[in-house]
């Protein structure tokens, strides 16, 4: 399928439906569940339009957490259940428009004052340091481009990420983005939290701000059969990667899904058709996928059994153990999509 242009045109948008079913065992005392939502934050590509939910929990609400206040839905029972499962559903309306940013109209130089608000988003995280390999690697790729604005650094990063990279379709889950390790053992494979995750902590490493966006696809690609999904998106998870540009603002990228489309649809990385997908997903983001937040190293209260790197799956504890979002038969959710056409849902 040949790549299609993606422009931004904020007047047009699609509505979907994100609809969470969730069954926990009725074993344990008490038990705690946490869901990612659709991002409420100011954002020109994505805005949502209300939730709901109904279930059996003893008592849920719709808050937000971080500084950042992502959105997030809690519930709680306390307890033996009196049917066999603790069950909750979560409704959600958002609409999302394509996001582009063309960076050939960014002209500032590599001394343009960053505002105070963006420099927490060159500091490390648990799993993206800054020192020691990676900041090695990323003065290595730096040196070898001749790269010497922001812009420049960041395109050289992005292409090195490419080049090296690998996609892993048996990687459990969406990844770890443990890049670290990943430099160590010069083992560059994964899925897209991997893969992203080592574009971010390189261009943190070269002072420029950079963060991961986990979210969940809800449509089909039209640019790339293997880069979308709609309807059962229980397994659909995925994120995508930003930069900053002082004077331009955050600047899309998506390294994860050229390597995806190339390694799932048997596309050599010098194919014409990688080329130009390269080039567009350089400043783009094709919106059949929405955002719920880009924290990291988060605290869940109440209790917790210890921070988790991200929140991109649905999160549950049962009497202060965590269950393993990634084990349906310990763990059993379903999350569905679909597009809103006038008063109904397109299927």
Known sequence: MASQLLSSDYSNWTSYRLTYQIDLPAKGKSAHLWLPLPDTNESVFQFTQGSNWHGNATKATFATLGTGRFPVFKAEWHGTPKSDQRHVTVSCIVKTSHHAIDPAYYHASKHTALPASIRNYINPTHLKPTNGIVRETVHTIIRDKKADTPLEQARAIYDWVINNAQYDENTRGRGQGNVKSMLEKNELSGKCVDINSLFVALAKAANIPARNQYGIRIS?????????????????????AEFFLAGRGWVPVNPADILQVSKLEAIALDDPRIARLKEQFFGSWEMNWLTYNHADDLTLSPPNAGKIPFFMYPHAEIDGHSLDSLDPESFSYKITSG??????AKF
């Open 339 to 344: 597009e809103l056409i006038g008063t109904g």
């Open 220 to 240: 089909e690609s039209k640019l790339h059969p293997s880069i979308g999904e709609y309807g059962d998106i229980s397994n659909s998870q995925h994120c995508r």
